[in-house]
């Protein structure tokens, strides 16, 4: 089974702060990776398909990037609603998710 | 606009089965592939099941493997989980999300999720 370590476990940054979240595969799963935000009491969001494809809707500040088996999400200057949990998906062989990423507002 | 209506949760015993329904509307059921995803309460996400728009390929995570059992009814715009043999470590939040089309195999609408407490 393919594993995907997700770091940080909680954030705290402030407004218009650079934020960078990683998701470590176990092994190569290509391009096949998506980042979702959960806001507090809703379903999750698709910000980010094929590692680095916007979802529809999401704003340009979101970007994904991948090195090797190594992949990121950017966020390049956050805002208010931005607050949520952050999880990334590898869509390669079944689906595993990320733990999590909980960033909050310093 | 697309909607998935979970409903069918409630407290159950451990052992005993339970099955849930997810309503879609506001796109054509029948092109779309269906997955199950659950949250245990304050925990992460997983991928629970996966069926195809035709019903030809069903997956399973080894977790309910055997006891559960994902289908649909494209005539009724409905997917169903039938749960069997439950345990407390199935007590979660069961959402249904829709396959994504043309862009890979992710999950892009969401329900609102129906929770599952397993419990004596």
């Known amino acids: 089974d393919i594993q995907m370590t997700q770091s940080p476990a909680s954030l705290s940054a402030s407004l218009e702060e650079i934020v960078t979240i990683t998701c470590q595969a176990s092994?190569?799963?290509?391009?096949?990776l998506a980042w979702y935000q959960q806001k507090p009491g809703k379903s999750p969001q698709l910000l980010i398909y094929?590692?680095?494809s916007l979802a529809d809707g999401v704003p340009s500040r979101f970007s994904g990037s991948r090195s090797g088996t190594q992949y990121s999400l950017k966020i390049s200057r956050l805002q208010v609603e931005d607050i949520g949990i952050y999880y990334c998906?590898?869509?390669?062989?079944?689906?595993?998710f990320g733990a999590g990423t909980k960033l909050e507002l310093k | 606009e697309v909607q998935l209506v979970e409903s069918g949760g409630g407290l159950v015993q451990p052992g005993r089965s339970l099955k849930l329904s997810c309503l879609a509307s506001?796109?054509?059921?029948?092109?779309?592939?269906m997955n199950w995803i659950r949250q245990a309460p304050g925990k992460g996400l997983e991928w629970v099941a996966s069926?195809?728009?035709?019903?030809?390929?069903?997956y399973y995570a080894d977790t309910v493997k055997g006891r559960f059992t994902i289908s649909r009814d494209n005539a009724k715009n409905t997917l169903y989980l039938q749960m069997t043999s439950l345990r407390s470590e199935d007590t979660a939040l069961y959402y249904c999300?829709?396959?994504?089309?043309?862009?890979?195999?992710?999950?892009?609408?969401w329900g609102q999720g129906v929770m599952v407490t397993v419990s004596s």
């Open positions: 999300a829709r396959r994504t089309m043309g862009i890979g195999d992710y999950f892009d609408y």
């Open positions: 506001g796109f054509t059921f029948s092109n779309y592939g």
């Open positions: 069926i195809s728009s035709s019903s030809s390929y069903i």
């Open positions: 092994q190569d799963i290509g391009n096949w």
């Open positions: 094929g590692a680095t």
């Open positions: 998906l590898q869509a390669y062989s079944a689906y595993t």
